[in-house]
């Protein structure tokens, strides 16, 4: 079977992968998050992820999608659980539930991160409760009960389901998850307008245009477009695509080894990509 994830960095899952596990390590009694608040502002997330969070806004982003307390959340890919440590901690404090569609554990590249991410979870049940680890892949089946699900979330992930031509799949499953009324949250790399099409998603960057269309073919309406989390200093125009800018911070092709001389410097400054945030409503049935 095809690598489900092409454009994935591997420096990225195996840092990630080392993350989760030094954080099992972690005290276990962190309170209750009962607001959004609190959960983006727990103790228990990585000093190295809330140094993030001036590019991501995880605080406002959540507020625009509308997650509130109680609901049943569906978060594809999670990857090394950024935005999971905010969520899932959130959900068990206020009756909640929340949903992990990984990556399929049975692929070699992301086994470790998705083995580390679960351990986590499982080993801190009094900070994410119980949460449900499902799969989203070619051969996968349902990511949560058909119409049990108030949010479904999308995060930076699009391009990578272009590549492996999952993009469709993820909006139709997304779609059967969700209650009448429920939302799809998209956050993406948002390519040039003007730009060439790519039908692969490349660079990392993928058509605002082009993700409302495979949401409304799904059946989606949209609802607002925030620009939380826009960028106008990047340019899109970098030697290894997207991953030239942090966190990856890519120095070379994709396989080979890192190049220290590779200056930094430039991709720093401008920070972590521009991303289209969108809001997407359950408000119709999916396209024959």
Known sequence: MANPHPNFARRGLLLGAAALSACSGRPKAFGTPRTLDAAVNGAWRA?????????????????????????????????AGWYTDIIAPFLAATGGRFYAADLDPSDAEGRE???????????????????????????????????????????????????????????????????????????????????????????????????????????????????????PKD?????FGVWTLPPVRRSSPPGQRDDPSFDHTTYDIIGESDRMTLKFVKSGLPHA
């Open 47 to 79: 000093p190295a992820d809330r140094v993030r969070d001036r590019w991501r806004h995880p605080l406002e982003t959540l507020r625009f999608w509308g997650l509130k307390p109680g609901e049943a959340v569906v978060e594809f890919w999670p990857g």
């Open 235 to 239: 340019t899109r125009d970098y030697p």
């Open 113 to 231: 991160m998705v083995e580390a991410y679960r351990r986590r979870l499982h080993e801190n049940p009094e900070l994410y409760g119980k949460p449900q680890l499902t799969a989203f892949s070619a051969a996968s089946g349902s990511v949560a009960p058909a119409g049990s699900v108030d949010l479904a979330l999308f995060l930076r992930n699009i391009h990578n389901w272009m590549a492996a031509g999952l993009a469709e799949k993820a909006f139709s499953e997304a779609f059967a998850a969700l209650k009448p009324g429920g939302v799809l949250g998209v956050e993406e790399h948002r390519a040039d307008p003007a730009g060439m099409p790519d039908v692969m998603a490349s660079s990392g960057y993928v058509p605002q245009a082009y993700v409302v269309q495979l949401a409304k073919e799904a059946g989606f309406t949209l609802a607002a477009a925030s620009e939380v989390n826009a960028n």
